[in-house]
């Protein structure tokens, strides 16, 4: 290629033929870019094919004329000043200016400029040899170097850990501006003058550990990269710092030369430890103390984390591996699995907290309460999983258990003790025999109706109601068939008692009824009819049919005030008078009856004097043979010789002395003087074979009786007993048949009185066997009128003979009764129209003197 060729002439003032052809060809033969510049004008006058090569020009400038032109603006004042400089004749050819050319497509590349005069210049120096080499690379490469430099000066300072570097090997350390603001040091603070200095900086007891964690990083130990120590701020509080360093430079002996590394304030971390660390330890402690196990279960892999006392509850190996679905499941009490495993797949899904309470057997095969708590979550790695709390709850529950059954027993006892309370209560008020109120209960309820009714001016009654032959069912039937005429009788009353009365036992049998009388007389009566007409029906008690009565008496207030208990006495009295006047019946007090009252409250004592100074005697009543009319005996009659009253038959007081109960004593009077006068007969000579005695039955039941009457060694069949109340006789007792053998045994004969009155059966009259019948006299005295009494009379007589048993008739007033008596085929005959009843010095001369047979003849 020719120089020619190679070589642009640039259009200057200086032109390229100015330039000798040796320095255009110097310069097309450099290998560098280089150019020929006029120094005057700047001008380009010649470029090799390097030059051409590496510095496009510019398409906006394809021929441009100077360098300048080809530079980037803030370099053209550095071109100019070389050019100037080098223009100079003794000056040193100024060399290495870098200039940046901006390129076709914006890129800006550096070149090194360097210049120099070529020898062959001429004198004026007037031409400059440019050479440009693209530095670009180079450049590039040191502008990478600033920037990281850059980066890493700015990323030190903003750094949060401060940087060390200590160069052991060129005696120098480097400390970042973080490494003292973590310390609280300005920037030109002083470092501390020397390790030992710095030593006591840190805390006394990481000084040790300090020393020899620095030793072994800088060794290389990988244990050591890192470690934490407290150091003083320059406030004066303890700072924590994470220590983390290398060796990266080592002598050939390996001793380290250069160490560098990060020191980073963790003090807030540290404290953020020291917090969970307590906070796990209390919680450690809690779970620790309370027994709580811990256990979380990834449901995805089906991995199981137990705690230790997770273990410890469910009695099982630490050891053993716990998994979903093999562990804690095969632990649950058959009883309590389903519902269990039921409640874990509902909350499953549910991301909640939920409560359980079951049965486990542990491992040893023992049996424990579990209460859980659970929930489930979805981890931060996507798993679904369940973390929950078990604890042992089996002492609670059985404490639970006890305190419950202590709580049942203590509630049991409290109700035991409420109704023995409300029993005793009841009973204290009740009777127990018919559950009716008692006597205290109907004292109380008395007090306070008879307070209301006086205060509002209405009528209140009491009917005082006593059982007619109770007594007797007791005492021939026993006290089981007494008992349940009782009821029957409570019974009675109550249904015939409204909600408003009262019914009550006050003893025995007596009962009750507080009643309002508001429909005055006339509903007292219906009430008292209604009951007394029930009390009559018949009672059957195991198979035998029990007869018995009620007798009423009434008191009511009349609207005026009135002593409760006063109220009490006049119904008692108007019951006496009721009983008096036949039983069965219903008496109102009056002011009648309380005279009467006080009437038979004197007999009453009277009789009890009149017993005690002997006023009762024997009177006798002869009997006679129906055929032959000669005195057969005598029957025996209690008379009271009254000292003011004169001398008194039984019906004046034979029913006080009932009441009062002295019959059986007023028995043994008169029997004791008839034997005496019996004797006293025989002695006179006074034809009187026996004699007969009135015997109540109750006399029959007194035990002594049969003693006594052994003791008068009484002659075989000259003493005759006539049995009253032949009506009981059916359901005399084997008490009583028994006393009757024993006085047969005595020689002492029966005989049953009032025949044909009673109800007597010809059954009972079997078991009695007694020696004579008497014929009632109400039975005696219409024979003449009435035929069926007659046929009555005439069976009488032929059930006797049939049984070999005696018939005699009393009440014979007539000599048409004795005639008529006799041809039924009467035994004996007793009467007013033979003899009338008299005193013992009467028999004899009476005898004597024989009058009844000129009468009956
Ligand atoms: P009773 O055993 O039937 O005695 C006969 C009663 O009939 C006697 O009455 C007698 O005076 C009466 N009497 C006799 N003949 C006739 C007559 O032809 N016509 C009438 N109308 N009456 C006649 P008294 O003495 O008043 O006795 C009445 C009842 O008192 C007795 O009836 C007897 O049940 C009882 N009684 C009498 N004395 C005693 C006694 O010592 N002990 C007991 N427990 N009761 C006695
Ligand atoms: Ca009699
Ligand atoms: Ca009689």
Not at 355 to 363: E, G, K, L, P, V
Request: proline fraction near 5%.
């Amino acid at each position: 290629m020719k120089p020619d060729d190679d070589v642009h002439v640039l259009s200057a003032k200086r032109t390229a033929d100015d330039v000798p052809a040796s320095l255009a060809d110097i310069v097309h033969r450099m290998p560098f870019p280089t150019v020929l510049i006029d120094r005057a004008s700047s001008r380009l006058l010649h470029a090799n094919g390097a030059f051409e090569a590496a510095w496009q020009r510019p398409s906006a400038a394809p021929d441009a004329l100077t360098l300048s032109a080809l530079l980037d603006p803030r370099d053209r004042p550095a071109l100019e000043l070389m050019l100037a400089q080098a223009g100079l004749p003794q000056a040193v050819v100024p060399s290495g200016v870098e200039l940046r050319l901006p390129m076709a497509d914006g890129v800006l590349k550096w070149a090194l400029a360097t210049c120099a005069r070529p020898e062959t210049e001429t004198a004026d120096g007037a031409l400059i040899l440019l050479q440009l080499c693209d530095i670009t690379r180079q450049k590039r490469a040191e502008e990478d170097i600033a920037a990281r430099e850059t980066r890493w000066n700015s990323a030190l300072v903003s750094s949060v850990s401060g940087v060390w570097d200590h160069n052991y090997g060129i005696g120098q350390k480097y400390y970042s501006p973080t490494w003292r603001l973590i310390r609280g040091m300005a920037p030109d603070d002083p470092l501390p003058p020397s390790k030992e200095a710095w030593l006591t900086l840190l805390h006394p007891d990481d000084v040790d550990f300090t020393l020899h964690a620095m030793e072994r990083q800088e060794a290389g130990d990988p244990e050591y990269q890192m470690f934490q120590y407290r150091e003083r701020h320059a406030d004066g509080h303890w700072i924590w710092i994470e220590c983390r360093g290398a060796c990266i430079e080592r002598a050939p002996d390996g001793r380290a030369l250069r160490v560098v590394g990060t020191d980073t304030d963790v003090t807030d971390r540290k404290h953020a430890e020291h917090g969970r660390a307590q906070m796990s330890r209390r919680l450690e402690m809690a779970l620790a103390i309370s027994g709580i196990g811990v256990y979380e279960a990834d449901l995805v892999t089906g991995d199981v984390y137990w705690d230790e006392r997770m273990y410890d509850i469910y009695g099982l190996d630490p050891a053993m591996p716990v998994a979903v679905g093999q562990t804690w499941e095969n632990f649950l009490h058959p009883s309590d699995r389903e519902r269990v495993l039921n409640n874990v797949a509902v909350n499953t899904q549910q991301n909640e907290r939920y409560w359980d309470q079951y049965r486990i057997i542990t491992a040893s095969g023992g049996e424990r309460v579990i209460r859980s708590c659970s929930m489930t979550f979805v981890d931060t790695d996507g798993h679904l999983k369940m973390v929950g709390a078990n604890w042992d709850i089996s002492k609670d529950v059985t404490l639970h258990q006890e305190l419950e059954r202590a709580r049942l027993l203590a509630e049991a006892r409290n109700r035991e003790l409420e109704s023995a309370r409300v029993n005793i209560e009841h009973n204290a008020m009740h009777d127990y025999l018919t559950g009716l109120p008692n006597r205290r209960y109907l004292d109380a309820v008395l007090v306070e109706q008879a307070r209301t009714c006086g205060r509002e001016g209405r009528s209140l009654a009491v009917l005082h109601i006593d059982l007619d032959g109770f007594k007797q069912i007791n005492d021939t039937l026993g006290h089981n068939a007494g008992d349940s005429i009782l009821r029957h009788a409570a019974l009675v009353l109550r249904d015939n008692a409204g909600p408003d009365q009262f019914v009550a036992r006050i003893g025995g049998d007596e009962f009750v009824i507080l009643t309002p009388a508001t429909g005055g007389t006339r509903k007292l009566s219906s009430l008292a009819n209604r009951i007394i007409r029930q009390m009559r029906k018949p009672v059957v008690h195991e198979g035998r049919e029990c007869r018995f009565g009620a007798s009423i008496g009434i008191a009511w207030t009349q609207g005026m005030a009135v002593e409760p208990k006063q109220l009490l006495i006049n119904a008692d009295m108007a019951l006496y008078r009721a009983k008096n006047a036949g039983r069965n019946r219903y008496e109102f007090y009056s002011q009648e009856t309380h005279l009467e009252i006080v009437r038979a409250k004197r007999t009453a004592d009277d009789i009890l004097a009149a017993i005690e100074e002997g006023q009762f005697q024997a009177a006798y009543q002869l009997q006679f043979d129906a055929v032959t009319l000669e005195v057969c005996g005598a029957e025996t009659l209690a008379r009271w010789q009254h000292p003011r009253h004169g001398l008194l038959t039984p019906d004046s007081f034979l029913s006080i002395a009932e009441d009062i109960d002295v019959v059986a004593a007023i028995d043994g009077i008169i029997l004791d003087q008839a034997l005496q006068d019996f004797v006293k007969w025989e002695a006179q000579g006074v034809p009187v074979p026996k004699i007969s005695a009135n015997v109540s039955y109750r006399r029959l039941l007194d035990p002594a009786l049969l003693r006594k009457l052994r003791r008068k060694n009484i002659p075989t069949g000259s003493l005759s007993f006539e049995l009253l109340e032949s009506a009981f006789l059916d359901d005399c007792g084997d008490d009583v048949l028994q006393t009757l053998e024993q006085l047969k045994s005595l020689g002492i004969e029966i005989e049953i009185d009032d025949f044909g009155s009673g109800h007597a059966s010809i059954v009972s009259l079997l078991r009695l066997n007694p020696a004579a019948l008497k014929i009632d006299r109400q039975l005696v005295r219409q024979l003449p009128q009435s035929a069926s009494q007659r046929k009555l009379a005439r069976s009488i007589v032929e059930i006797g003979k049939s049984l070999n048993i005696k018939v005699i008739a009393e009440g014979v007033e007539t000599m048409d009764h004795a005639r008529i008596l006799r041809e039924l085929g009467c035994d004996v005959l007793q009467g007013f129209a033979l003899a009338r009843p008299m005193p013992f010095e009467e028999i004899g001369p009476f005898i004597r003197a024989g009058s009844w047979h000129a009468i009956c003849c």
